[in-house]
T-cell receptor, first 115, second 112 residues
Framework: NAGVTQTPKFQVLKTGQSMTLQCAQDMNHEYMSWYRQDPGMGLRLIHYSVGAGITDQGEVPNGYNVSRSTTEDFPLRLLSAAPSQTSVYFC??????????????FGSGTRLTVV | GIQVEQSPPDLILQEGANSTLRCNFSDSVNNLQWFHQNPWGQLINLFYIPSGTKQNGRLSATTVATERYSLLYISSSQTTDSGVYFCAVALFYGGSQGNLIFGKGTKLSVKP
């Protein structure tokens, strides 16, 4: 049981380049989300999905796109990277309603630097 | 939107000491979780505790939902407890779990 797998772990981009951060979970979780972590800011929600084919914006969605074609995968796309997107990105998943005691599982993070 | 405030922002302890971390939130929530981010950046889910008290080894947590706060207790601290502790709350959308809203964290340093 791998949990939540994020790739790559590290990435350096030039301003204007595009890339996709991958996130996959093998727990059949309905809910998946992307966060970014900046110094002193905690974690802020970028986009989330409550199931395949359904996505919505979080607190800081500008500059990012997502899609959810399968339950397992939730990629995050940077269309035109900017230095302000330098951050650590976390993907998380959790099961839906019905469980009495549940928690979120986080991936190990992707450290992105935009130069 | 809902606000999550954690205190203290920084805490330095000698190994073996006890500590209490606090999380205040501004509205009613259906989900509250405590996380530990270790020095390597990994986020570990410590407790799911929307109300009541739970214990796991040297760690315990109490949430008083009616008064909108939660406490995380660390007893007999060890150097491996160092890192950042986050409190996060979630609101429900459409009957399923919603989005986690994080506080800014408490940075704990345990000295040998």
């Amino acid at each position: 049981n791998a949990g939540v797998t994020q790739t790559p772990k590290f990435q350096v981009l030039k301003t204007g380049q595009s890339m996709t951060l991958q996130c996959a979970q093998d727990m059949n979780h309905e809910y998946m989300s992307w966060y970014r972590q900046d110094p002193g800011m905690g974690l802020r929600l970028i986009h989330y999905s409550v199931g395949a084919g359904i996505t919505d914006q979080g607190e800081v969605p500008n500059g990012y796109n997502v899609s959810r074609s399968t339950t397992e995968d939730f990629p995050l796309r940077l269309l035109s990277a900017a230095p302000s997107q330098t951050s650590v990105y976390f993907c998380a998943s959790t099961s839906g309603q019905g469980r009495l005691d549940y928690g979120y599982t986080f991936g190990s993070g992707t450290r992105l630097t935009v130069v | 939107g809902i606000q999550v405030e954690q205190s203290p922002p920084d805490l330095i302890l000698q190994e073996g000491a006890n500590s209490t971390l606090r999380c205040n939130f501004s509205d009613s929530v259906n989900n509250l979780q405590w996380f530990h981010q270790n020095p390597w950046g990994q986020l570990i889910n410590l407790f799911y505790i929307p109300s009541g008290t739970k214990q796991n080894g040297r760690l315990s947590a109490t949430t008083v939902a009616t008064e909108r706060y939660s406490l995380l207790y660390i007893s007999s601290s060890q150097t491996t407890d160092s890192g950042v502790y986050f409190c996060a709350v979630a609101l429900f959308y459409g009957g399923s779990q919603g989005n986690l809203i994080f506080g800014k964290g408490t940075k704990l340093s345990v000295k040998p």
